[in-house]
T-cell receptor
Framework: QLQLQESGPGLVKPSETLSLTCMVS??????????WGWIRQPPGKGLEWIGN???????SYNPSLQSRVTITVDTSKNQFSLKLTSVTAADTAVYFC????????????WGQGTMVVDSS | QSALTQPASVSGSPGQSITISCTGT?????????VSWYQHHPGKAPKLIIY???FRPSGDSNRFSGSKSGNTASLTISGLQADDEANYYC??????????FGGGTKLTVL
């Protein structure tokens, strides 16, 4: 059974870079029918899509975050990663990684989420 | 891109039915049948309950149903149960090849 698990620092200093990794287990990240995404939820707010990556490395990003976001994939480690630069308090959120399956045109498998707080 | 519009809260008694609306634009909900709904119990991973407007993942409860008319999608939960109390989010693919979510609706089972 496919599972996703986020990892990374829970505190980030203002203006620095947030870095998170999502480990995929129970299946390969290199399957053609899946994209891999990051979604976040600020405290008391709704979900916000950050971006997706395909196993080939192609990406798509939320236009509102595009200038600060990079999502990469490492097929040898079966994981994908998120980098968000110039962090501010507005980036404090629970960050989820998820699989976007082509069979569902939706995010069908999610990680538990990891809280990242601006240390200011 | 703007978030899809959902009511902040809805409520219902056990056994009743409720409907949650999700309003977008001609660039998202109105453009494709790629509308999905998620159930989120705080502290847990969100769960996909409806995809492609009205399809349920295999093995999931048929108490959840979805529909769409124009730029508005809807989620109906019938036979409300205590465990249905959660936050519900809609999502849609967009004409700019991105995804957008709704602001979320808190369902209270009275």
């Amino acid at each position: 059974q496919l599972q996703l698990q986020e990892s990374g620092p829970g505190l980030v200093k203002p203006s620095e870079t947030l870095s998170l990794t999502c480990m995929v287990s129970g299946g390969s990240i290199s399957i053609r029918s899946s994209y891999w995404g990051w979604i976040r939820q600020p405290p008391g707010k709704g979900l916000e899509w950050i971006g997706n990556v395909y196993y080939s490395g192609s990406t798509s990003y939320n236009p509102s975050l595009q200038s600060r976001v990079t999502i990469t994939v490492d097929t040898s480690k079966n994981q994908f990663s998120l980098k968000l630069t110039s962090v501010t308090a507005a980036d404090t959120a629970v960050y989820f990684c998820a699989r976007q399956a082509s069979w569902a045109d939706a995010f069908d498998i999610w990680g538990q989420g990891t809280m990242v707080v601006d240390s200011s | 891109q703007s978030a899809l519009t959902q009511p902040a809260s809805v409520s219902g008694s056990p056994g009743q039915s409720i409907t949650i609306s999700c309003t977008g634009t001609t660039s998202d909900i109105g453009a494709y049948n790629f509308v999905s709904w998620y159930q989120h119990h705080p502290g847990k991973a969100p769960k996909l309950i409806i995809y492609d407007v009205s399809f349920r993942p295999s093995g999931d409860s048929n108490r959840f149903s979805g529909s769409k008319s124009g730029n508005t999608a809807s989620l109906t939960i019938s036979g409300l149960q205590a465990d249905d109390e959660a936050n519900y989010y809609c999502s849609s693919y967009t004409t700019t090849n991105t995804w957008v979510f709704g602001g979320g609706t808190k369902l209270t089972v009275l």
